[in-house]
């Protein structure tokens, strides 16, 4: 079982930026592929972005493509989301999540394991 933990979120002004980490223990995160969804309140979960278990390959969701990055320091066992040009509809409870396999998925039910949350929240 893999254990994840994000941080890093925080208020920022519109147009700003934010990084958020997710840090595994339990298990080597350079096992799994992760992804990071975010959920608004009264909203679906979304998902923002996905990097393989190598690192190889991401995925963007349309709403952050251009503006967010991902990317993993399988060495520190931590994955990193990096979102830039922030948006109001940015807001949301990020999370990020495992997946015991090579690719990613842009899917959130073909993760396992997911992480608490962290709070992003983009001031107008």
């Known amino acids: 079982q893999v254990h994840l933990v994000e941080s890093g979120g925080g208020l920022v002004q519109a147009g700003g930026s934010l990084g958020v980490s997710c840090a595994a223990s339990?298990?080597?995160?350079?096992?799994?592929?992760i992804g990071w969804f975010r959920q608004a309140p009264g909203k679906e979960r979304e998902f923002v972005a996905a990097?393989?278990?190598?690192?190889?390959?991401?995925y963007y969701g349309d709403s952050v493509k251009g503006r967010a990055t991902i990317s993993r320091d399988n060495a520190k066992n931590t994955v990193y989301l990096q979102m830039n040009s922030l948006k109001p509809e940015d807001t949301a409870v990020y999370y990020c999540?495992?997946?015991?396999?090579?690719?990613?998925?842009?899917?959130?039910?073909?993760?396992?394991?997911w992480g608490q949350g962290t709070q992003v929240t983009v001031s107008s």
């Open positions: 990097i393989s278990w190598s690192g190889s390959s991401t």
């Open positions: 999540a495992s997946r015991p396999a090579v690719r990613a998925s842009t899917l959130w039910y073909e993760y396992d394991y």
């Open positions: 339990g298990r080597t995160l350079s096992w799994y592929a």
